[in-house]
């Protein structure tokens, strides 16, 4: 019997615009079991990228209650919180979100400013992030000689280096062309193939195909594909 990751029940969240209030997220349960693989499909604006940051711990819902593991996310800290991120979930963007001024490895490094390891493990981590990604001949160029496949497994290679219980993607092949897409997509069939958990969100049908469970998110709300 599988292990439940994170249960999240009537999560709500609203935001404030133009002097209104635009309910995001609308009162959404979800299950993920460790060694999961769900894809979120949803158009722009459904909420769908918001619950990826309350489930990462970067945004707080307005009511709802939400566990990752044993740990009731809704009542820690902010400290608490940044220590969760730190040692439990590697973020994955579209943007990418590299530092130009740091080569590759220091890039993958940089989740160690907030999670406390040893210096020697810290460097075994950081090689074997990189070679997982096969970016080993590539470790000291910077993100501006590498082509937007190569960054994106450098943000992959990142959020890894802290051997995460959770992986969550959000547009994470939005900004790349189909070769690199497929590319991206079967390095996280891999991960996930190794009992990585994934929860990614995504518009295109195409890229949700290689996710074991796709929910589709409307108007705030979340249905089983």
Same mark, same amino acid.
């Given at each position: ?54 489930? +990462? $711990? ?9 566990? %990752?593991?044993?740990?009731?996310? !809704?009542? *820690?800290? &902010? ?68 082509? +937007? $496949? ?9 959020? %890894?280096?802290?051997?995460?219980? !959770?992986? *969550?993607? &959000? ?55």
């Amino acid at each position: 019997m599988k292990t439940m990751l994170l249960q999240a029940r009537k999560i709500r969240k609203n935001y404030v615009l133009g002097g209104g209030e635009i309910e995001v997220v609308r009162g959404i349960d979800l299950d993920v079991s460790a060694g999961d693989f769900v894809s979120i499909m949803g158009t722009s604006g459904s909420g769908k990228s918001t619950l990826l940051h309350i489930l +990462g $711990g970067l945004a707080r819902p307005d009511s709802g209650s939400y566990l %990752l593991g044993a740990k009731d996310m !809704l009542t *820690l800290s &902010d400290d608490e919180l940044s220590w969760v991120r730190a040692h439990w979930v590697g973020f994955v963007f579209q943007t990418f979100d590299l530092l130009a001024e740091l080569d590759v490895r220091d890039n993958v490094a940089l989740p160690f400013l907030y999670h406390h390891a040893l210096p020697d493990d810290r460097e075994r981590r950081v090689d074997a992030a990189i070679d997982r990604v096969g970016l080993g001949h590539r470790q000291r160029h910077r993100p501006m000689e590498l082509s +937007g $496949g190569e960054m994106q497994r450098v943000a992959i290679a990142r959020a %890894l280096v802290i051997a995460p219980k !959770l992986i *969550l993607a &959000d547009e994470p092949t939005g900004n790349l062309d189909t070769r690199n897409s497929n590319e991206i997509l079967h390095l996280f069939k891999e991960l996930n193939d190794t009992g990585t958990t994934i929860v990614m969100v995504t518009h295109d049908h195409q890229v949700a195909s290689y996710s074991k469970k796709i929910m589709i998110m409307e108007d705030g709300l979340l249905s089983v594909s």
